[in-house]
């Protein structure tokens, strides 16, 4: 067994559970399951797994934050299959690709998204496991897929195998220390692969996941308080939402121990705000694409805070991936390309997508990911990100290809162009698409919202009689933001 | 400031984003919810409420005030500023 395996996230799970069986694993609101109670859940959703699924299948969960969303992840990972998330506020033609794109054999939803599944899932949906026969542990290659925007039209899966989880755990549950006293924040949808660093994280330090409630994002000081969180993780974003309710006060989180940070860039002007209102906690910016497993850099923001301004670095690979910035000779800015323990081998069903961004270099068997991102790697190796290569943008930490959005709206405007933009209102990202024809717009978000997650519809849709242009014929973006200023 | 001119207030600040929607802002009931809707999502809805503060001239305990039932419906907000709930 290679070293990294005794990471598996299943085994981890398994670990805390024959070590810490009687502590908390889990609580969603006012309901706590102890470590056994959970694998006893996970073992018998396996069971069912193994009856209704062929061996080393791909199953569905609905993301709905229930138990049977956290046990089915378990109860499939220990009957060596690999999960698929649905989220519950995308829509079903959303989950209707992701559903076909990964073949999934089943589906596991709590009672009432089986309702929400409808007719939509012609496979074996659980949703109540008592009484099923449990399963024995049995080994598996892949572990989940994610899917995250395509700038082609749809999105793109992104199969993760165990053995990429494992490295990455190995990293956080060696290098950062967590104690079965920990309670962890539980803030990032089960679609958005950084959950895979709450859950087995947690688990795997024998500490608690706590779920926060609906509309947890506008109580996020009472969330923290009522369950005694120790361990944070979430976009900066959560931070900045923090600041403008006026909860960002010094002092204000002091039984904060880690907090960890992902997803869309940090500026130190947060860093800083989030050190004083959590002045006990450690401070770790992680950065990874998901097809580098959750984060593949960390930089200890505590340790380069004093003189620091702008944005807070990426920092160095973790483990033992590899990182390098491809860009002309002898230059230390360019685009950083991943190798390593953690880093996928493709798209699913995407032969063009894969060879575009994941290449062999002459002379190297590792598999290097292209990520787009821009960066400088300063005198001490540490990376700085200065922005992409191509259209992709954050949007509260969704990453979305504004391409995406033109492709589903294009078979609704027969006569003209599409093109969506990202702009900055009141400091946070949001997307604006411009078309160059007059039309009613009103129905166009009606289409949108049928197909496309909540964060990538655009906050505004403005049709203009054609497209400003620059001197050299290319559409002008700055006076279309200035449309979009006025409008 | 009365219910009426309040509403119409929070209306005309919702207004494109109404639009955006297919909704008619003049229609929304009180229990229609800013956020479950996706009319706003949680920034969205914390610029609202501070936008009104500016309006009213004062603060309100933010975190509190989301705190109870229904606090991100039409008549939550409403409330929140006329009744002090």
């Not at chain 1, 411009?434 to 919202?449: G, S, Y």
């Not at chain 2, 009365?2 to 109404?18: F, I, W, Y």
């Amino acid at each position: 067994m290679a070293k990294s395996d005794n990471f598996d996230p299943y085994e981890v799970f398994r670990r805390s559970v024959e070590r810490y069986g009687d502590l908390p694993a889990l609580r969603i609101g006012d309901r706590t399951w102890t470590y056994a109670e959970l694998d006893a859940h996970a073992a018998s959703i396996a069971g069912w797994c193994d009856r209704n699924a062929p061996s080393g299948s791909r199953i569905a969960v609905h993301g709905r934050k229930e138990l049977a969303a956290y046990a089915g992840i378990l109860g499939i990972l220990r009957s060596g299959r690999s999960y698929v998330p649905l989220h519950p506020d995308h829509p079903r033609a959303r989950w209707q690709v992701v559903l076909e794109s990964s073949g999934a054999a089943a589906c596991v939803a709590d009672p009432s998204s089986t309702r929400a599944l409808g007719d939509l899932v012609d496979r074996p949906v659980l949703s109540n496991w008592d009484g099923e026969r449990p399963a024995d542990v049995r080994q598996g290659s892949e572990a989940y897929v994610m899917f995250t925007s395509g700038s082609t039209g749809g999105p793109k899966g992104v199969p993760i195998s165990r053995s990429n989880v494992s490295a990455y755990l190995e990293h956080m549950l060696t290098h950062h220390r967590f104690t079965t006293g920990d309670r962890f924040t539980q803030l990032f949808a089960l679609t958005f692969d950084l959950s895979v660093h709450d859950l087995f994280v947690c688990w795997g330090s024998g500490g608690c996941l706590c779920v926060p409630g609906e509309d947890s994002a506008l109580r996020i000081s009472s969330y923290i308080a009522s369950n005694g969180i120790t361990v944070w993780f979430s976009v900066p974003s959560a931070v900045a939402l923090l600041r403008r309710m006026r909860a960002l006060v010094p002092g204000a989180f002091p039984g904060l121990k880690h907090s960890f940070f992902c997803g869309e860039a940090l500026s130190w002007d947060l860093a800083h705000a989030w050190s004083e209102a959590a002045p006990n906690s450690a401070i770790t910016n992680l950065y990874g694409p998901t097809e580098a497993t959750i984060a593949i850099t960390s930089f200890d923001v505590r340790a380069a805070m004093a003189h620091a301004s702008g944005t807070v670095p990426l920092g160095g690979p973790i483990g033992t991936n590899e990182v390098q910035v491809s860009g002309d000779e002898g230059s230390s800015e360019g685009e950083l390309w991943l190798a390593g323990p953690q880093v996928a081998q493709g798209y699913l069903g995407a032969a063009e997508a894969t060879s575009r961004a994941f290449i062999h270099l002459p002379g190297d068997d590792a598999v290097w990911y292209r990520t787009g991102d821009r960066v400088r790697k300063d005198g001490e190796g540490i990376l700085h990100f200065l922005g992409r290569l191509d259209d992709q943008v954050k949007v509260l930490g969704h990453r979305v290809e504004p391409a995406e959005v033109d492709f589903a709206l294009a078979p609704l405007v027969p006569n003209g162009t599409v093109l969506t933009l990202a702009t900055t209102l009141n400091g946070t990202t949001r997307l604006v698409t411009f078309i160059d024809t007059m039309m009613d717009t009103a129905p166009l978000v009606a289409r949108l919202q049928e197909v496309l997650p909540p964060y990538m519809i655009p906050e505004r849709i403005i049709a203009v009689d054609g497209f400003p242009t620059t001197g050299h014929g290319k559409v002008d973006r700055n006076a279309l933001f200035k449309i979009a200023d006025n409008g | 400031m009365d219910r009426t001119e309040l509403r119409a207030l929070v209306q005309e600040k919702l207004g494109s984003r109404s639009r955006r929607l297919g909704l008619d802002g003049t229609a929304l009931k009180d229990d229609f919810d800013l956020v479950r809707s996706g009319l706003l999502d949680s920034l969205g809805f914390v610029d609202l409420i501070t936008d009104l503060e500016g309006a009213f001239g004062r603060q309100v305990e933010l975190e509190k005030a989301f705190d109870r039932a229904g606090a991100t419906t039409l008549g939550g907000v409403l409330d929140l500023f006329l009744n002090g709930r």
